[in-house]
């Protein structure tokens, strides 16, 4: 069983940056997919940013050119590195294994203008 921990969040200024972990127990974590989703209030669930286990990245269009995730299969843990925020990334954020199909608790980001 997948578990997985998520920090990094919190609150930061318009044009600031923030960086999410997503540590996961498990061996499955090195031949995974793993992504970054988000939700705001009232509003679905959305994709944010994904990395295959070769490293192919593909990302919201919203984000892409400020959002970087990565993985480190020696540490069994995924990063979203978000810079130039914009209140409309606000939202609490989940780590998803693919091949568990396995999500995180979440942690909120919130960007203030």
Same mark, same amino acid.
């Given at each position: 069983?997948?578990?997985?921990?998520?920090?990094?969040?919190?609150? *930061?200024?318009?044009? &600031?940056?923030?960086?999410? $972990?997503?540590?996961?127990?498990?061996?499955?974590?090195?031949?995974?997919?793993?992504? +970054?989703? #988000?939700?705001?209030? &009232?509003?679905? #669930?959305?994709? =944010?940013?994904?990395?295959? #286990?070769?490293?192919?990245?593909?990302?919201?269009?919203? =984000?892409?050119?400020?959002?970087?995730? $990565?993985?480190?299969?020696?540490?069994?843990? *995924?990063?979203?590195?978000?810079?130039?925020?914009?209140?409309?990334?606000? &939202? =609490?954020?989940?780590?998803? *294994?693919?091949? $568990?199909?396995? +999500?995180?608790?979440?942690?909120?980001?919130? *960007?203030?203008?």
């Amino acid at each position: 069983q997948v578990e997985l921990v998520e920090s990094g969040g919190g609150l *930061v200024q318009a044009g &600031g940056s923030l960086r999410l $972990s997503c540590a996961a127990s498990g061996s499955i974590f090195s031949i995974s997919a793993m992504g +970054w989703y #988000r939700q705001a209030p &009232g509003k679905q #669930r959305e994709l =944010v940013a994904r990395v295959t #286990r070769y490293d192919t990245t593909n990302y919201a269009d919203s =984000v892409r050119g400020r959002f970087t995730i $990565s993985r480190d299969n020696a540490k069994n843990t *995924v990063y979203l590195e978000m810079n130039s925020l914009k209140p409309e990334d606000t &939202g =609490v954020y989940y780590c998803y *294994v693919d091949m $568990s199909r396995t +999500w995180g608790q979440g942690t909120q980001v919130t *960007v203030t203008s």
